[in-house]
């Protein structure tokens, strides 16, 4: 009943680790609901084996998560997206040094975020897309396929880096923010490092994002020189919502690493846009 290198974590909740999707940690009774029941199963796989190929952590699959949860994590829902999904890992994985792969339509389909019959499909697109070469393709009875041969085409190659994300989110981070204060520039500094130092944990980034709110509070009333007040408003709105700094039962908590970054990227981006720009003289 249950798969392999099933094994207790704690309590009521498992772990086990496959090939087809790869680690995985969830309650007994939401596994069971998994097995029976109409949720995004597809979905679901596609983030564990995502996370395991990152060397993430598992998530933890709860009854919330399976419930729409796991949208928080933004995996690709339509299938336009998951084909531009496959395509990235593709050339991510190796071929952009037109290393050729091999897929199973049963075995591979968490790479897209999809079922066997939908990677089929996906696949079929991308060849129709000319951004990918299949060699051969074998029909192994039941809806199975075998893809051999498969390689990134130059212009598969050229859609999958348009898709990446850019340098600037890098050098958002890399660059020197000078404010013109200089214990404010450390409270900067020393949220980046709260942020990116390993390894990495959510009280960490917590942390991180909570000085720079804490950065931002005293510069509320000049914000709106730079940004409208709607934007000033609804900014606060965004982290006073969230569990940066208010202890509240109307705070929704932040559960994943990845809202996380995405509050740490809004604030440090809201400080170097108003900084430049008063530098400006604006």
Partial sequence: MYPENFFPITGTFVEYENDVVGRVKISLSVYEELLNGEFENYLIA???????????????????FIRGGYKLLNP??????????????????????????????????????????????????????????????????????????????????????????????????????TTGDTEVDKKINHARKL?????QTMDGMRSACETLSYVLEPLRGDLSSVFTSGDVSDFFK????????????????LKHPEQLEWVFYTLL????????LKNKGI
């Fill in 46 to 64: 596609g983030i564990c084996k995502e996370r395991t190929l990152k060397g993430e952590d598992p998530i933890l699959i709860t009854s919330d």
């Fill in 269 to 276: 981006n809201s400080i170097n846009t108003y900084t430049k």
């Fill in 76 to 177: 690709p829902t339509e299938f336009e997206e998951k084909c531009n999904h496959f395509l990235k890992y593709m050339y991510l994985d190796g071929g952009k040094e037109n290393r050729e792969f091999e897929f199973y339509s049963t075995k591979h389909f968490a790479l897209a975020y999809a079922d066997p019959e939908e990677l089929h499909r996906i696949i079929d697109q991308l060849v129709q897309d000319r951004s990918i070469e299949v060699r051969k393709i074998h029909n192994l009875s039941q809806r199975r396929y075998l893809y051999q041969g498969v390689k990134v085409s130059n212009s598969g190659k050229e859609l999958a880096k348009k898709e990446l994300p850019k340098m600037p989110m890098f050098g958002l981070v890399s660059q020197e923010i």
């Fill in 238 to 253: 965004l982290v006073n919502t969230f569990d940066i700094r208010h202890n509240k039962e109307s705070t929704k908590d």
């Fill in 195 to 199: 942020f990116f130092d390993e390894p």
